[in-house]
């Protein structure tokens, strides 16, 4: 079991930058895929960035250039620094930890574990 816990989130401007935090317990020594997900209103959850296994970072389109993944494995957190952000990021975001995609899958069909979520809001 891995229990996350999200902290981060609040309201910006447009352009402006936000850094979100997961703090990860339990069984963090399994090995695990980790990812950032978020759902806006009305919408589906999608994912934001995941990292595999072997440490390879892969970022939705929609944020690359923008976002940035990190992690402190001493104290088990993940970070997503999120720059140049704009109201197509309002959304609630929601750290996850599981394996890979099944087939045909999307990254949310592998995660096992999620966190309750942290809002962030873009204002113009």
């Known amino acids: 079991q891995v229990q996350l816990v999200e902290s981060g989130g609040g309201s910006v401007r447009t352009g402006g930058s936000l850094r979100l935090s997961c703090a990860a317990s339990?069984?963090?020594?399994?090995?695990?895929?980790w990812g950032w997900f978020r759902q806006a209103p009305g919408k589906e959850r999608e994912g934001v960035v995941i990292?595999?296994?072997?440490?390879?970072?892969t970022y939705a389109d929609s944020v690359k250039g923008r976002f940035t993944f990190s992690q402190d494995n001493v104290k088990n957190i993940l970070y997503l620094q999120m720059n140049n952000l704009n109201s197509g990021d309002t959304a609630m975001y929601y750290c996850?930890?599981?394996?890979?995609?099944?087939?045909?899958?999307?990254?949310?069909?592998?995660?096992?574990?999620w966190g309750k979520g942290t809002l962030v809001n873009i204002s113009s």
């Open positions: 339990g069984y963090t020594e399994g090995a695990y895929y």
């Open positions: 996850a930890a599981g394996g890979p995609p099944p087939e045909g899958g999307s990254w949310l069909d592998g995660m096992d574990y």
């Open positions: 990292i595999d296994y072997d440490g390879v970072i």
